[in-house]
Nanobody, 115 residues
Framework: QVQLVESGGGLVQAGGSLRLSCGAS????????MAWYRQAPGKQREWVAL???????NYADSVKGRFTISRDNAKNTMYLQMNSLKPEDTAVYYC?????????WGQGTQVTVSS
């Protein structure tokens, strides 16, 4: 059973930065895609960024140029560096991984950007 633990959320002023982490634990043979999603109050969950097992990133247009996704395969950990944060980035951020053909979600971490 794969488990995900997210950390790094918090309150930051507009223009500031935060770094989210998502660590996978359990009996893991391989992790394919790792991704971040977010859900703002009253809105549907939306995809933010993903990174393949080979390290190729892809971003939603709303965060392109401001967010950077990375992963450490040796640690089964994914990161999201968020710079130039805007109030509209306020949301609960979730990590999702495809590990050993299972889709696993983290519990979410709150990011609040004040104006």
């Amino acid at each position: 059973q794969v488990q995900l633990v997210e950390s790094g959320g918090g309150l930051v002023q507009a223009g500031g930065s935060l770094r989210l982490s998502c660590g996978a634990s359990g009996s893991i043979f391989s992790i394919a895609v790792m991704a971040w999603y977010r859900q703002a109050p009253g809105k549907q969950r939306e995809w933010v960024a993903l990174i393949t097992s080979g390290g190729s990133p892809n971003y939603a247009d709303s965060v392109k140029g401001r967010f950077t996704i990375s992963r450490d395969n040796a640690k089964n950990t994914m990161y999201l560096q968020m710079n130039s944060l805007k109030p509209e980035d306020t949301a609960v951020y979730y990590c999702k991984v495809i590990a050993d053909l299972q889709v696993v979600w983290g519990q979410g971490t709150q990011v609040t950007v004040s104006s």
